[in-house]
C-alpha cells in the first residue's frame, strides 16, 4: 500500500503560478504511471496530467501549455508546475499513483485562483 500527501496549494491571482508536489511512502518506479486529477465544486474529478514510468507525459487540453508535469526519481515526488492560472482552475487537486489496474490517491490540496 502507497502513501502519497499533496502539498503548495493555495490562493493565486489569476495570471499567477503554483507549483504542487506530490510526495509517495513507495518507490515511484513501481507505479506505471503517476498524475494529477482535479475536482471543482458540483464537477466530476478530472484528469489534468500524467507521466509514466518512461517519462511519457499527457496533459488535459484546458492546460496543455500552461501546466507541465514532472518527476524527481531520487525524492519519489511528482510535482505540478501551473502557470497563466485562470480562476476556472479552482479545485481541489489529487495525485495519483497506478499500478495495473490499481490506483492510489492522495487526501488533495486546494487551490483556488482568484479574478
Known amino acids: 500500500q502507497v502513501q502519497l500527501v499533496e502539498s503548495g496549494g493555495g490562493l493565486v491571482q489569476a495570471g499567477g503560478s503554483l507549483r504542487l508536489s506530490c510526495a509517495s511512502s513507495r518507490n515511484i518506479f513501481d507505479f506505471n504511471a503517476m498524475g494529477w486529477y482535479r475536482q471543482a465544486p458540483g464537477k466530476e474529478r478530472e484528469l489534468v496530467a500524467t507521466?509514466?514510468?518512461?517519462?511519457?507525459?499527457d496533459y488535459a487540453d484546458s492546460v496543455k501549455g500552461r501546466f507541465t508535469i514532472s518527476r524527481d526519481n531520487a525524492k519519489n515526488t511528482v510535482a505540478l508546475q501551473m502557470n497563466t492560472l485562470k480562476p476556472e482552475d479552482t479545485a481541489i487537486y489529487y495525485c495519483?499513483?497506478?499500478?495495473?489496474?490499481?490506483?492510489?490517491w492522495g487526501p488533495g490540496t486546494q487551490v483556488t485562483v482568484s479574478s
Open positions: 495519483n499513483a497506478r499500478i495495473l489496474r490499481q490506483n492510489s
Open positions: 507521466i509514466n514510468v518512461g517519462g511519457r507525459t
